[in-house]
């Protein structure tokens, strides 16, 4: 089992930059593939970014047009995402999770993903 940290979010102009960052417990963070998802009020929640084991591969919703880069450091526990050029829209609640059975050309979907974080608030103004 692992736990799942999220920190780094905050209150942004629309245009800025955040980087969120996700600390896993335990020793096996690098078995899995870590996702970023986010979810607005009254909306779904959506799939951001996914990152493989390795790190060598790396995937994203289509809004993310260029805007975000996620990463992991294996060595420290922690996955990132780096988040620019941000806009209102961009405004959620994100959360970071793992999901041990991903394999390559899997769909990243809320219910394939095995443990979650509790989420942090973005919130970027106009």
């Known amino acids: 089992q692992v736990q799942l940290v999220e920190s780094g979010g905050g209150l942004v102009q629309a245009g800025g930059s955040l980087r969120l960052s996700c600390a896993a417990s335990g020793r096996t963070f690098s078995t899995y593939a870590m996702g970023w998802f986010r979810q607005a009020p009254g909306r779904e929640r959506e799939f951001v970014a996914g990152?493989?084991?390795?790190?060598?591969?790396?995937y994203y919703g289509d809004f993310v047009k260029g805007r975000f880069t996620i990463s992991r450091d294996n060595a420290k526990n922690t996955v990132y995402v780096q988040m620019n050029s941000l806009k209102p829209e961009d405004t959620a609640v994100y959360y970071c999770?793992?999901?041990?059975?991903?394999?390559?050309?899997?769909?990243?979907?809320?219910?394939?993903?095995?443990?979650w974080g509790k989420g942090t608030l973005v919130t970027v103004s106009s």
């Open positions: 999770a793992a999901d041990k059975n991903w394999v390559f050309g899997s769909t990243w979907s809320y219910e394939g993903m095995d443990y």
């Open positions: 990152v493989s084991r390795s790190g060598g591969y790396t």
